[in-house]
């Protein structure tokens, strides 16, 4: 189950940054904005057909009961959200760089929103966990 749900994540990531657009926001800021894409419907159709044939018709059925909407909430819906990266590098007094602090701020189709904050150490750090998007940093960054 884990291959399949990585998969659909990597799916997702790709998709995610075919419809992104980025810029220079000030110094040592950089935004990603992700516009809604509908190929997450598939991935997730392909993601539950795959989580069915693991489990079977009967442990299928009550994982799709216990988990009914937070599982497209954890999927971000499938890429019916707008999401916006923003990320900045943040340096200690001396102006030695510390890390990059990053501000994912996302709305779905259904209204919903959210905000989350990560710290990365390193560029691979970002780019490990989305791998589609850490090839749009610039190289500079």
């Not at 419809?19 to 990603?32: D, K, L, N, V, Y």
């Not at 809604?36 to 693991?54: E, H, K, S």
């Not at 999927?75 to 760089?97: H, M, N, P, W």
Request: proline share 3%; with cysteine; aromatic share 12%.
């Amino acid at each position: 189950m884990a291959s399949a749900i990585k998969e659909a994540w990597d799916s997702l990531d790709n998709f995610a940054a075919l419809h992104a657009s980025t810029q220079r926001t000030a110094p040592g800021t950089f935004t990603i904005k992700i516009t809604p894409f509908t190929q997450g419907a598939d991935v997730y159709d392909r993601l539950l057909g795959a989580i069915a044939q693991i489990l079977g018709d009967e442990r299928n059925k009550i994982l799709l009961d216990e988990i009914a909407g937070s599982f497209e909430h954890e999927l971000r819906y499938c890429g019916a959200t707008e999401r916006t990266f923003t990320i900045k590098k943040t340096y200690d007094s001396s102006g030695q760089f510390l890390e990059y602090r990053v501000v994912d701020t996302w709305t779905s189709a259904y209204k919903r929103s959210g905000k989350g904050n990560k710290r990365y150490t390193t560029r691979a750090e970002f780019a490990a966990e989305y791998p589609s998007l850490g090839k749009l940093l610039p190289a500079d960054f």
